[in-house]
């Protein structure tokens, strides 16, 4: 069966998804949206974990999603943490703070501006990530 929006599922928001259970299939993009949606219903979390949570989605909705994320992060309760894994520098580039790891160990931290300002692995990686995007297009 095509991907359908939600208003066009045979039983609308009642629908069984998931192939396995006989229900309609969602595309990779699709499954990964939603999951996102599910992580996002507590409320105040002290803990919100994202592992690389845009893998499977279009740079429209990426941007998008972390627009959001970044603003949900910085709402929640105080003393909340949000913690983003990502290859993206897209991604990360807008956070507090900037982890970087390399062969399992911290190497750097600080923020986006902080970390390209230096001569670093994150801005080395920064401009080879920049560099092979805008070449691809």
Do not use: C
């Amino acid at each position: 069966m095509a991907v359908q929006s939600l208003l066009n599922f045979p039983q609308g928001i009642d629908t069984q998804l998931g192939r396995a259970f006989g229900g309609v299939d969602l595309s990779e993009g699709q499954w990964q949206k939603l999951a996102l949606a599910r992580a996002s219903m507590r409320l105040a979390p002290l803990l919100f974990v994202l592992d690389e949570p845009t893998a499977s989605l279009d740079p429209p909705s990426e941007h998008a999603i972390f627009e959001r994320y970044m603003e949900r992060a910085r709402s929640i309760a105080p003393g909340g943490i949000t913690v983003i894994v990502s290859h993206r520098f897209s991604t990360v580039a807008g956070a507090d703070l900037i982890l970087v790891l390399k062969g399992g160990r911290l190497v750097e931290a600080g923020s986006h501006e902080e970390l390209l300002a230096n001569s670093s692995t994150y801005s080395e990686l920064y401009s080879l990530q920049q560099t092979a995007y805008s070449s691809a297009t």
